[in-house]
């Protein structure tokens, strides 16, 4: 059978792994083409993703009591403008408006790039006492960035995402909505799209234009390199003062309130495939498969064999998201494109195996087989989806675990940077000279201070200055 | 309990309907404002009806095979040119973006206005074989149109909705789905938004830019003024030719797909407001309420009362959306929030209702109270709600039918426009003239030809010659 697949059009991950993702992205039929450059058409493969992973994140912040709103796309330079961090983080990338039909606008507006001026701007409108408080709002929307590269789900100019953004009576409240909230993202991640995370605290050079702390998720992709999946922003009450954000509390004084932003984008599609994939096309996580289970009928025009995927589907649909290909091509290449689309788990029924009151299951992520009894599936596949759910996680884990390495000195760093891709384990003085230095020298980022630190060296892999703290570092996407 | 009312803020909707609308939708909490000038903020009090219109009508989609997808916010300004009626439909009034960061683009770009230039775009790239037909995408998202005078709902520089762009082999097959998705529209609005619908063709004046041609529902608002709540269109091969977007039939010729679009709105919300709402604030029913139930705690300061409503709340949550109100307001401002927000069904629990083991349950939508046992409120509460629902569709029906009327001839016609506000039916010879004398000296407006004809007279109501169609007529926003 594996001379009938229709694989070969897919290059290799070891020989080129970029172009492998672009393959990936393409044949698995999750992107496609339109005139508009730079920017991503998400096709029904890749939007049904997109559906679950909205679908159980929103389940997650409606339990920590998330409500969802809808702000304006565009924003007006004014406000864009009025803290000073922010505008200047943002500006040189952003689209303008300035026509509105034939009449250029009196004040030119930016799609938004995010929303905090605009949040801010409603909060000041909206909050007046300690009871319109705490505010835990939410948006699904997009975001325009105006980027010079673009690659599919990494880096668009047009992405869709979720950002939360919350005011609170108090700092002590902002700070564990800001930590509360990237546990979520993590514990999400891991449980749902069975990639392990890096929790921890972004430095000062690479934190968000206008926070006070930054603090991220970051995840390691099959060839070594870094990705950042996520983040939830500490602003303190320095956006308050800018737009005047205020409160009276119990006590019948005025004061500022305290603000959190946090968000995560269609890149998490990105690190699915670059954690999971392998050469045969992608794998998904059963929890973020739209099809879970394909059932696959072999010499279909054979009496009952149709007939009998088709019970099986509708038996089986009670338990996961079932599907039957029923066209018209070979068996092999039914298998090959089940594969390059990730399904987790594929049903072979054929005229044998009815005779015997059989099917054959295969699993993508392993391509494990076993010959089950057809009254015997409703209860395995669940099981096998739950099992596959976990190795997945654990083998993602196993691998960025393998590709963790500490780095007592600089000769270490530079030679683990050039000869075995991942993350670096090493130790900071917390100047951002040796943060610049080492970018610039080797290409790696601090990724972030990990909350769990370790003690690797006591000096800073740099400089040789006294450590303060232990920083994962990575090249990254 | 009526004198502790906070509603004295709301004018009546027999003193000043328009007026009456802006304060539903300010003290309903449905939307709020911004320094973006026309443009929406929805609340979570809105979005979360957004979501529950969402949620219902994606599912009768994909139940006829739709799929979704989501493409780019932007189009060049040489992709909305292909196609010349569509163009001049929509030109004068999109956003123009023309800076990305500090550079001039090359070719200005607009802000979707709809996207039926993109998809085809899209689909000439994806389409190559009759294998590859139907194309039965949708996507949700905003879209922008520069409108002077703007309207919560109604009419803004922003708005969410729904567009459904579809590619066909056959010109059959295009005015099959065109037609069908009226009908789960038409069905939705019935069924789950309890407001009829009348369902009929636009004239040539009043069909949409590049279409062959428009359907329509029209619902009519409590003011007596017209609301179109969704359109179909088919537009042929016009936009395949304009675009290139062909096959390879079986027979191995190349044809031009055949396509439709169909798009619902925010505007549904408003829909809702001005069909059910009364003089106490916002109707909603009960499919399209957040939170169905409101249970509200008299004397709740008194030993177990909060402990009552609470435990209510949990065993009414298998049945219906619950809330309790815990906070410290009087029950009678309780009484009038909950009234105010729409909430169909509110279960009043005091100490002395305790006593006897019951709970008084009143109905938002006529105001009917009833003392109901404990124990019987899980088997009540979902029936009533059925009712609710029903009773509400039924409540619209007889008020559209009772301002609906006939009119012989263009005397009656002014009569009726300028003393009885409704829709009126009326005969037309099927000329632009007549449309727009009617319309230049009544500000009536064709709203559709009805799908269910019916004989008013033999001649047009304006110009006395032979009538071809009966048409609804009427103002509308």
Chains 1, 2 share one sequence.
């Not at 290059?11 to 005139?35: I, N, P, R």
């Not at 969802?68 to 403008?81: D, H, Q, T, W």
């Not at 030679?415 to 610039?440: L, T």
Request: charged residues 30%.
């Amino acid at each position: 059978m594996a001379n009938d697949k229709k694989v070969e059009a897919i290059t290799s991950m070891e020989e080129d792994f970029a172009q492998w993702y672009t393959d990936v992205v393409l044949k698995a039929d999750l992107t496609g083409y339109t005139s508009v450059k730079g920017f991503m058409v998400l096709k029904p493969a890749g939007y049904a993703i997109w559906e679950l992973i909205q679908k159980q994140l929103d389940e997650r912040f409606k339990a920590t009591g998330v409500e969802n709103v809808y702000l304006p796309l565009m924003i007006p330079e004014s406000l864009l403008e009025k803290e000073k961090d922010h505008v200047e983080g943002f500006a040189p990338e952003v689209a303008w408006v300035t026509y509105g039909g034939s009449n250029k606008l009196q004040e030119r507006m930016c799609v938004r790039p995010t929303s905090e001026t605009l949040f801010c701007d409603f909060y000041q409108k909206d909050i007046t006492s300690y009871r319109d408080l705490p505010k835990v709002y939410n948006q699904w929307c997009s975001v325009v960035r105006w980027e010079k590269e673009t690659r599919p789900f990494l880096r668009s100019r047009e992405f869709l995402w979720q950002e939360g953004h919350t005011a609170h009576a108090t700092a002590e409240e902002a700070q564990a909505r800001t930590e509360q909230m990237l546990n979520v993202y993590a514990d999400f991640c891991e449980e749902v799209l069975a990639i392990p995370m890096i929790k921890g605290q972004k430095t000062e050079k690479e934190k968000f234009a206008g926070a006070i702390a930054t603090y991220t998720i970051e995840a390691l992709m099959h060839d070594g390199k870094a990705l950042q999946s996520g983040t939830s922003h500490n602003f303190g009450d320095g956006f308050a003062h800018a737009f005047g954000v205020q409160y009276t509390d119990k006590d019948n004084t005025l004061k500022f309130v305290h603000q959190t932003s946090w968000g995560v984008t269609t890149r998490l599609i990105g690190a699915v495939i670059m954690v999971h994939g392998d050469n045969n096309g992608l794998v998904l996580p059963p929890k973020v498969a739209p099809t879970q289970v394909m059932i696959i009928p072999i010499q279909q025009k054979k009496e009952g064999v149709l007939a009998a995927a088709d019970q099986l589907e509708e038996k089986l649909s009670a338990v996961a998201r079932v599907k039957v290909d029923r066209t018209d091509k070979s068996p092999g290449f039914k298998f090959a494109e089940q594969e390059m689309r990730g399904i987790p788990l594929r049903i072979e029924v054929g005229p044998r195996d009815l005779e015997n009151g059989e099917a054959v299951v295969v699993r993508r992520d392993n391509g494990e087989k076993q010959t089950v009894k057809l009254d015997q599936l409703e209860e395995l596949i669940p099981a096998l989806l739950d099992t596959i759910q976990k190795d997945m996680l654990e083998k993602a884990r196993a691998h960025r675990d393998a590709h963790t390495y500490p780095a007592e000195n600089y000769e270490e760093f530079k030679d683990i940077i050039e000869n075995r891709p991942g993350f670096i384990k090493a130790m900071w003085c917390g100047e951002r000279a040796c943060e610049d230095a080492i970018k610039e020298e080797t290409g790696a980022t601090a990724r972030c201070m990990p909350f769990e630190q370790e003690h690797i060296a006591d000096t800073c892999v740099y400089c040789g200055k006294p450590a303060k703290k232990m920083v994962y570092f990575g090249r990254a996407y």
